[in-house]
């Protein structure tokens, strides 16, 4: 195993070269001056994530560096913003060796590109624990727009992106199941757990569009749970309207069990968003537009909590785990 290069030659070779902008300072100070926008706002978010807990040990070191990132882009999708620039801290345990590193560095850098974002600064640490990489991101939103959780109003539809459920069937895939299903089906489910796909190019669109919006990182009904607490609202969702991608029908079925349990895995990071009935129209032309296809799942209603309905509109009783919790 390489010898791990010191703090300052790690920044200085593997990182620097990620901070594009001048406001990065080449990475040489203690400080960044961050990117303004005029008419815009400044929209901010922060995750970390953790070995053995949002990833494995044996994923890849590129897939690492870019779920980490990922997680905080989908935050800013959510809110309607466009990616700009991040700060990282990484708490580096003694196993993690160069090559390990510049695979990590280089997944960045690949996101870097097809984000349009860049390096700010950060700080690199050593820790006896698991390894440790936290990301806070700066989006930008024109001035007054960004989205919020809290305004879902009675009458609004619910939408959400993508196929839900699929980043929990991959976790289980790399845990040992679905032995019998493809290649092609089981890196479909790997990869979807291992790099979401953020919606960026949904972000501008939604604005002016969606009344509330979150990203599924806890499960479809934890976080649409957000959504109707803070709004001081009811929202139901319809199912079997949930759209999940073929390879989880293979890997779980078409039963109610396996539906259950694809609203409530974690890590999808789409985007779920309420929205005035009258603007169904142009949230499909965005659909079309973006190449990401967005699906009517359910409606908000006065009350509270999330209610679930079968295609009859029958009541079906939330499940005891309804989503990822960090504690």
Do not use: C
Not at 102 to 129: E, H, N, V
Not at 181 to 199: C, E, G, K, N
């Amino acid at each position: 195993m390489a010898p791990r290069p010191s703090e300052f030659q790690l920044i200085a070779g593997l990182f620097a070269p990620l901070a594009t902008t001048r406001n990065a300072l080449g990475l040489k100070d203690d400080a960044a001056t961050l990117p303004q926008k005029a008419g815009h706002d400044i929209v901010v978010t922060a995750d970390a994530i953790v070995s053995g807990v949002h990833f494995l040990d044996a994923d890849p070191a590129d897939t690492v560096a870019q779920k980490a990132l990922r997680v905080n882009l989908s935050d800013l999708a959510a809110k309607g913003a466009t990616p700009a620039a991040y700060l990282m801290t990484l708490a580096l345990p003694p196993s993690t060796d160069v090559k390990w590193l510049r695979a990590f560095a280089d997944g960045l850098s690949a996101d870097q590109k097809t984000y349009g974002i860049t390096l700010l600064g950060g700080d690199t640490t050593g820790t006896p624990g698991p390894l440790t990489i936290s990301i806070t991101a700066f989006g930008h939103v024109p001035k007054g727009k960004m989205l919020h959780r809290s305004r879902a109003r009675t009458g609004d539809l619910l939408f959400v992106t993508g196929s839900i459920g699929d980043a929990a069937g991959g976790l289980a895939v790399l845990k040992g199941e679905g032995r019998w299903l493809s290649h092609a089906v089981r890196d479909h489910l790997i990869h979807r757990y291992r790099t979401p796909q953020p919606r960026t190019a949904l972000a501008k669109g939604l604005l002016g569009i969606a009344s509330a919006s979150i990203d599924v990182s806890d499960g479809l009904i934890a976080d649409v749970g957000h959504i109707a607490e803070t709004s001081g609202k009811r929202i139901v969702i319809d199912i079997e309207s949930v759209p999940r991608s073929a390879a989880l029908h293979g890997l779980w079925g078409d039963g109610r069990q396996a539906l259950l349990k694809a609203i409530s895995g974690g890590d999808d990071y789409e985007l779920a968003f309420t929205a005035p009935e009258r603007h169904t129209r142009r949230i499909m032309a965005l659909s079309a537009k973006t190449g990401v296809s967005i699906s009517r799942i359910g409606h908000v209603e006065k009350g509270e909590g999330v209610a679930l309905r079968d295609s009859h509109g029958k009541p079906v009783k939330l499940p005891k785990a309804s989503g990822w919790t960090h504690f």
